[in-house]
Each structure stands twice: as C-alpha cells, then as structure tokens.
C-alpha cells in the first residue's frame, strides 16, 4: 500500500550527470525549441527517480524555460510517465480486446488477490504494483503483460504463470 509518507513533495535536486543528459537533449533541436525536448527529459528524470514528481516538473520547467503547467500537461497526458512511487517490479497488464477476450480481466483479478494490492497501490514490502494498459501489441500472446522500466514482456498468462513470475521476481529481489 502506498504510504502518505511516500508522496510527500520533498524538493529534487538534479546530479550534474543528469543535467549533462538533458543538455544533450536540448542540443538536438534548433534554438528557442529547447521544449521539444520534454518527453525525453521526462524520461530521464523517472529513469533517476522512478517516477515523476511535481518538484521533478518544476524543476524541469525551470531547465526549459517554460511554464510548469506545460510540464504537468505533458506528463499527465502519456501513461507511460508515473505519478507516483511504483513497486519494484511494476506490472502492467493488456486490457484491450484481444487480451479480454483471452482472458486479461481475470488474469488482473488474479494479480490483485495474489498481490493483495488494487490497482496502482503498493504491495507493503515494495516490490509490486500493477496497473492494466492500452495495447502491448502482442495479441498472438495474450493475455500478456509487461514489466518496466526494462519492458520485458510475459505472454499467454495463466494463474499458474503468474504465481511462477511473482516467485522467480521475489526470488531475485532477495538477491
């Protein structure tokens, strides 16, 4: 379960390792176009964070120059940016046609009972969340599911696969 604690907006500092990383960014557009550059950032930033806080926004806003708003709009709009602190291993499972119809809806059933977390909450050791997606593109497979930041992909998910997959992830965490 996610923490109040865990979503309190403490100021962020960016390394100078990060800032050379959105420099190089920025360099690829033309002048005054320091913008284009967002999405990019925005993936740095969770890459160093895990996830993109409104302190993080801000202060990438101040990077380019641009409004905050600008930032939260962007951010907000693409799933693929997090908006709050995710487990370890966060699970994201197809919800569309196919998956549903190969069984996706009870693949996601079965993930919140064995997790003992809804959807988009913390498991209370922090290694799992979950959240259903928009199409992975992999209907031959479904129901299928992906695991980031790497995105390494689980096709034709049963009860059985998924009880495998949170014991092999568990496993390796303790490692």
């Known amino acids: 379960m996610l923490r109040v604690e865990d979503t309190i907006q403490t100021p962020v500092e960016f390394s100078a390792a990060l800032i050379a990383k959105f420099d190089d960014v920025v360099s690829r557009y033309p002048e005054g176009k320091q913008k284009a550059g967002l999405l990019p950032i925005l993936h740095l930033v969770q890459a160093e964070f895990g996830w993109v806080s409104a302190p993080a926004m801000d202060k990438v806003a101040a990077y380019l120059n641009i409004q905050p708003v600008e930032v939260y709009e962007v951010a907000t709009f693409y799933t693929m940016y997090l908006m709050k602190p995710q487990g370890k291993y966060f699970l994201e499972v197809c919800r569309t046609g196919p998956c549903c119809l190969n069984g996706a ?23 799992f969340s979950w959240r259903g997606v928009e199409c992975l593109a992999a209907c031959g497979f479904a129901p299928v599911l992906q695991i980031g930041p790497e995105y390494t992909f689980y096709e ?18 303790k490692n």
Request: glycine share 8%; no cysteine.
């Open 105 to 127: 809806e009870d693949i996601m059933k079965y993930i919140e009972q064995k997790l003992g977390v809804k959807e988009g909450d913390v498991t209370p050791d922090g290694l």
């Open 156 to 173: 034709n998910l049963t009860p059985a696969s998924v009880d495998k997959l949170v014991a092999d992830l568990t496993a390796q965490a």
